[in-house]
């Protein structure tokens, strides 16, 4: 479980392809504190396993089932990368609840500069534009977001000073793919309204003020 908050860049250093695995091994600081064989390690909104790790670096490995979900086996040396360390049990909860599992790729399809923030257009697959709200939480490679404007194909972000300098999101350009995560919370409503069993429907749900 992670929240949205990336801690740290990290620099892809080197890529290595065995047996139909792709094995990332990631320049860093501040995640190594700590880490252990086995710590699950939010890269660019992907939860990776650490397999070995040193005083700068850390290795994960991307399996078929993750490669074909996400953008991650088209990676390069040298590209930097968002990383977050699984949430601690006794910490601050920013963000929002995000498991790591990606949903679908994106494209970035419009950039706009704002007087006080960058506004990034992006168009995923209806399915999960189905599960997004007005003002509702979103991942995108691994930060935490707020949907601004949601339309019919395509939602906006807006992306205040901090986060362009803390994440790799000011980098995207048009055409550009990103790993987007819908809220889960949304996901568990999704399912109970479509179990007839449940007794769960919209007009509940707007007596209840959502």
Known sequence: MFTGIVEELG????????NSVVNLTINCETILSGMHIGDSINVNGACLTVTEFNHQSFSVQVIKGTENKTYLNKLR????????????GNGRFGGHFVLGHVDA???????????????????????SLKQMVQQGSITVDGVSLTIFQLKDTEFDIHL??????????????VGDSVHIETDMLFKYVEKLM??????LTAEKLSMFGF
């Open 160 to 173: 205040i000073p901090e986060t362009r300098r803390a994440t790799i999101l000011n980098q995207k350009r």
């Open 194 to 199: 479509t179990n007839k069993d449940s007794g």
């Open 11 to 18: 620099t892809i250093n080197k890529i290595t392809n065995q």
């Open 105 to 127: 790729v994106a494209k970035v399809t419009r950039i706009q500069d704002s007087a006080n923030s960058k506004i990034v257009t992006i168009k995923p697959p209806q399915s």
């Open 77 to 88: 040396q040298g590209d930097e990368v968002n990383l977050e360390r699984a949430m601690s």
